[in-house]
């Protein structure tokens, strides 16, 4: 039997002499009478069941009580999953390339970037007293990490301190991190699953050590690690990991319904298929160049696309030049996606399924009614106010439940990218602009007329002229959005302790 680090070998001769124990293996889970089996067999059975190789009962509510231990069962799967990625014997091996080994730390770095604004997000939007001090202490002791002991400023490796703040995150840790503000927003058992999931990895402490002080022998970096491995002890002194578990079990009394359970079982584990779709790309990077090739935000298009960490997934298309007439204040020919053709097909929302067309269309209707919220000038207004009533069937249905979620990540990183956007207006709009030519809305019968309505409204009276001037803002949004298209469609991690 295999689950998470656990690799179980019983001998056939004893599993076919203890009644029971057959079952309890080929089943997953025992439902007998535990006093009728074998000392021996109820010893197999209590190990089995603290390593989370058992499946959880499946019952209609549960105790926080049970949670916790639900939760304990699936961060060993889930950190099994991540462990066992290639990369990490890649960095053991000293195999990995500079590249590859920037973009590994740097990733690092916007984890550690990410934990003191999500935290603080949290308190904002937890239900109780407890939870909202949990997240406040978290948001106080972490939002300075970043760059207490993980910034990079090191002539060895050719990165100083400004090249680490500008990076542009790796898509997949753009996505874990927005998914981490969407829990922490709509969903504080999820938020708190995840705080447990991250935090949990501190009682690897001695393996840690040993794994640091050999990747910097293979890389020549002595003593590049001290930050991090002070981090940990850290974590182990505040014991970070049991605060966000006894929080959830201290709920007392309380229950969860199984329903509302996966629903925060899901959210966290679409944000452990982000932390694993990070290494993924750390491995891409190290493919792209054997030289160190920072993510830097581009200011100018007249440079060489292949060599260009952000830019080598896209041809150029030049501007047309000359007399050709367009509307006026319509910089439409200026547009990133006019600019900027992805090498590879982009699928348009008419190929997504059901399921995904359905969320992502929600997310839109409620994004754009956070964007209108928050607008003051007249024609942001009128404009997102227009693109409001376009979807106002959409949104009756959404507000009367306000909780929507999706197993796929592409559908999740696009939305998440759109809520965090939304609070400003006028780059929304411009996100919005840019997903509609992405994903060709005009495609699909249930966004055509939003489609249009985007486009007039959008590129004439809200952006108009910004077109030219918004040029780097743009193809970072264009080079985001063509990313997270390609993310996968399926969830690549398991969510459900019940099968």
Request: charged residues 20%; glycine residues 6%.
């Amino acid at each position: 039997m295999r689950h998470g680090f656990w690799d179980f070998t019983l001998p056939n001769v004893w599993i076919a002499s203890e009644p029971g124990v057959a079952g309890l293996l080929q089943d997953g889970s025992y439902s007998g009478n535990i006093a009728e089996l074998s000392p021996k067999a109820q010893n197999v059975l209590a190990l089995l069941e603290v390593t989370g190789c058992l499946r959880a009962e499946e019952r209609g509510d549960y105790s926080y009580a049970e949670v916790g231990l639900i939760i304990e069962h699936m961060t060993i799967a889930w950190h099994g999953l991540y462990y066992s990625h290639p990369v990490w014997n890649r960095l053991r091996s000293g195999e990995l390339g500079r590249n590859g080994f920037v973009a590994w730390v740097l990733h690092n770095y916007h984890l550690s970037r990410s934990a003191g604004a999500t935290a603080a997000r949290g308190v904002l939007r937890s239900p109780t007293g407890a939870i909202r001090r949990l997240f406040l202490e978290s948001a106080l002791e972490e939002y300075s990490h970043c760059e207490d002991y993980y910034c990079i400023d090191d002539a060895r490796l050719g990165v100083s301190e400004s090249d680490c703040r500008a990076y542009i995150p790796l898509p997949s840790s753009l996505a874990l991190d927005q998914q981490m503000h969407r829990l922490a927003e709509f969903d504080w058992l999820g938020h708190a699953m995840v705080g447990f999931i991250q935090e949990s990895t501190a009682s690897y402490y001695k393996k840690c050590c040993e794994f640091y002080s050999l990747v910097e022998s293979k890389y020549g970096l002595p003593g590049f690690f001290d930050g991090w491995k002070q981090h940990i002890l850290l974590d182990l002194k505040y014991g970070h990991a049991s605060a966000f578990k006894d929080a959830i079990v201290e709920m007392g009394n309380a229950s969860i319904s199984q329903d509302a359970l996966l629903k925060s079982l899901n959210g966290a584990a679409i944000m452990v298929h982000f932390l694993i779709g990070a290494l993924d790309e750390i491995l891409q990077e190290d493919a792209f160049s054997s030289e160190v090739r920072l993510r830097r935000p581009v200011v100018q298009l007249d440079i060489d696309f292949d060599v260009n960490a952000l830019l080598r997934r896209f041809s150029f298309v030049p501007k047309p030049e000359g007399n050709q007439k367009q509307q006026p204040g319509n910089g439409s020919d200026l547009m990133a996606s006019k600019l900027l053709v992805p090498k590879e097909r982009i699928p348009p929302l008419e190929e997504w399924t059901s399921e995904e067309s359905s969320f992502l269309i929600h997310e839109i209707a409620m994004s754009t009614l956070t964007a209108l919220s928050h607008s003051q000038s007249h024609e942001e207004i009128i404009g997102l106010g227009k693109v409001v009533e376009c979807l106002k069937t959409t949104l009756r249905d959404s507000v009367e439940s306000m909780q929507f979620y999706s197993q796929s990540p592409r559908a999740v990183a696009i939305a998440n990218f759109l809520r965090e956007e939304a609070p400003r207006p006028k780059t929304y709009c411009l996100v919005i602009r840019l997903l509609s030519e992405l994903l060709s809305f005009e495609s699909l019968g249930a966004t055509r007329s939003l489609s249009s309505v985007i486009t007039h409204e959008f590129s004439v009276h809200i952006l108009g002229s910004q077109f030219e001037k918004e040029l780097p803002s743009q193809v970072l949004i264009w080079a985001r959005l063509c990313e997270f298209a390609k993310f996968s469609t399926n969830l690549a991690v398991p969510h459900n302790p019940f099968c």
